[in-house]
């Protein structure tokens, strides 16, 4: 099939379209570059010796999204393009909802209109809130902590929508937990442009003497020691999730979780880093981030096969 991948070349979007690149899929690129980079689509056509076409675009650009439609084939949609959730967004919802929303409603509508019916969209455990976990895809979701977390939850209901008034639109939402980890070839993996938000990167900087000590945020949280717990999973093994959930594409809109399963704590994660590669990440303990939670970890049983 030929898939247009929007956010192609970012972290979870460049090993996806390394995995549909190899499971015999083509790949339609479009990133705005805003937190990747061009030399990442060369990766990954150096990595699979395949071609790829790339259009540096917005998501929010209708009008260039309607081009992209109508002058390629394009037999499915995976969404990841969107601006992320960090502690610091909460003070910035109107960008998020703009952005997050506008670039789901764009890529839905071209895909009525250019008879495209299948769709994979990126969501996130975020959309649970402060459940109890582990969450489970036939849970209430409870109103989320930012405004990214919002827009999923909306992109998901706006995608079921259109579901019901379409019933040939076939919508997989992907709720992913925390993905780490990088390609085998170590060509590509997650490298946010500036300071990281997300704890594997800034682990990895500080392992790096890039940053000076990890700030782990806060311990006096009810988890194992204190430190919030969350189900890091391997971003090779989410990138196949996806071509799983295009190859089995059903009507309507299906719900699935990307995640191990299994809750590990901030400490335990630093700990397992430093055991595997023999290095010491210094590390303080500061307050608390704005907008997390203590636990956030999948009931994976749906994608595994045990519900
Ligand atoms: O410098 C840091 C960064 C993170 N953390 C902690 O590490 C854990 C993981 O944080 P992070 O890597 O930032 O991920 P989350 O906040 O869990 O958010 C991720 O996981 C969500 C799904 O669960 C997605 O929606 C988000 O996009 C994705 O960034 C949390 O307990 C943080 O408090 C630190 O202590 N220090």
Redesign the pocket.
């Given at each position: 099939m030929n898939i247009l991948v929007t956010g192609g070349a970012g972290y979870i979007g460049s090993h996806t379209c390394i995995a549909l690149l190899e499971a015999g899929h083509s790949v339609i690129i479009a990133d705005n570059l805003c937190n990747s980079r061009l030399e990442t689509i060369e990766k990954i056509i150096n990595i699979t010796d395949k071609e790829v076409t790339f259009f540096e675009i917005d998501a929010t650009d209708e009008q260039g999204i309607d081009v992209i439609f109508n002058n390629n084939k394009i037999d499915g949609v995976i969404h990841f393009a969107g601006l992320?959730?960090?502690g610091e967004s909460v003070d910035i919802p109107l960008t998020y909802y703009y952005n997050n929303i506008a670039s789901t409603m764009i890529l839905a509508k071209a895909c009525q209109k250019y008879g495209v019916n299948r769709f994979v969209f990126s969501s996130?455990?975020?959309v649970y809130g402060d459940n109890k976990v582990p969450f489970v895809e036939t849970m209430n979701l409870l109103p989320t902590t930012n405004p990214?977390?919002e827009t999923k939850a909306m992109s998901e209901r706006i995608l079921t929508d259109i579901t019901k008034a379409n019933p040939e639109f076939s919508v997989d939402l992907l709720r992913?937990?925390?993905p780490v980890g990088a390609h085998e070839s170590g060509l590509i993996g997650e490298a946010p442009n500036g300071i990281p938000?997300?704890?594997?990167p800034?682990v990895t900087q500080v392992a790096k003497g890039r940053l000076k000590k990890?700030?782990?945020?806060?311990n006096d949280y009810p988890t194992i020691d204190d430190?919030?717990v969350?189900d890091y999973i391997h971003v090779l093994d989410l990138a196949e999730g996806h071509v799983a959930a295009l190859d089995n594409l059903k009507e309507g809109a299906h719900i699935y979780n990307l995640g191990t399963g299994q809750g590990t704590s901030?400490l335990e994660l630093v700990k397992a880093f430093e055991d595997a590669n023999g290095i010491e990440v210094p590390y303080e303990i500061i307050e608390r981030?704005p907008g997390?939670i203590a636990s956030?970890y999948a009931d994976a049983s749906k994608v595994t096969g045990g519900a």
């Open positions: 992320k959730a960090v996130s455990a975020t990214y977390g992913y937990f925390n938000n997300n704890l594997m800034y990890l700030r782990v945020f806060g430190t919030g969350r901030v981030r997390d956030c």
